[in-house]
């Protein structure tokens, strides 16, 4: 067993490391979605009406965060603030593409018939974690 000291500052050391991962995902939201904005506004007429759609898409947003990305580092390769900005980029566009599926079914599809485990209901982590709330635990 760890010490209370120990255990606190494994704690601690997790909490600093979601804040630096939350303020990245956020701060690539903001500068995707300033990029997003400034293509779409700038795009020829024809290519807007051909590929627009597909690059509003979540796929679309990721392989503009990536080729931004990929241009600013191979541009500024030194630059630390470029290369923090387009890891947050590529980090939140991944989260935005993964999010746009529904995981919760994928893994119950991949484990239904596996014996030993009981079927879950759909979105039964969405009600467990509501009646947590509601309960108050």
Known sequence: MLKIKDTLGIIVDANKDAGVDSAKLIAGNILNQ??????????PAGIKLIAGSYL?????????????AGALIHTMPN????????????????LSLASSFN??????????????????EKSSIEKSSIEDKVSGS
Do not use: H
């Open 34 to 43: 300033r990029v997003n904005a400034i293509l779409m506004k700038n795009l």
């Open 79 to 94: 630059n630390g603030k470029v290369a923090l900005a387009a890891e947050a980029m590529i980090k939140s566009a991944s």
């Open 103 to 120: 995981i919760e079914e994928i893994i119950n599809e991949l484990l239904d018939g596996v014996p030993g485990l009981e079927p879950v």
């Open 56 to 68: 509003e898409s979540n796929v679309g947003k990721a392989l503009i965060a990536n080729t931004v």
